[in-house]
């Protein structure tokens, strides 16, 4: 899969969990606009971009949509290497992206792990999803 067709269908996931998030709340259109326009600027969804996806996902969860765990990896560009390195240590474990946003919560208070801007949170993450790896590992030796 090219990196053009993984950000397409990035933004295609993001777009549909923010109108499905619409749905949820119950939100009319205008209020909609009302909401896109306040947090990013613009009057559809459609003149997001990645950054503008993420802020608006933000603000719907803070107007009490849910989270859905099935969500998956999330897009966080700047950091892509602590991002793959969370996701291989999840599939280690076994483990959802919702185990990985649980520690993100535990740890600084930051609800999902899409939310982490500093390399050094990703780096604590990194280490205590380890940590569980290492631990998991050596109760199966036993």
């Known amino acids: 899969m090219t990196r053009a067709t993984t950000a397409a269908s990035r933004r295609t996931r993001d777009l549909a969990a923010i109108h499905v998030s619409v749905k949820k709340l119950g939100m009319d259109r205008c209020t909609y606009e009302a909401m896109l326009m306040r947090t990013c600027g613009v009057r559809s969804s459609a003149d997001l971009d990645v950054n503008g996806r993420a802020k608006v996902l933000a603000e719907l969860r803070r107007l009490g949509a849910p989270h859905d765990p099935k969500r998956g990896r999330p897009a966080n560009a700047n950091n892509e290497p602590m991002i793959c390195k969370i996701e291989a240590l999840l599939a280690e474990l076994k483990a959802p992206w919702a185990y990985a946003d649980k520690i993100a919560q535990q740890m600084f208070g930051i609800a999902f792990v ?22 998991k590992q050596q109760l199966e030796a036993r």
Do not use: E, F, G, V
């Open 114 to 135: 899409a939310w982490l801007r500093k390399p050094a949170q990703l780096r604590a993450l990194i280490a205590a999803l380890d940590a569980r790896l290492k631990k």
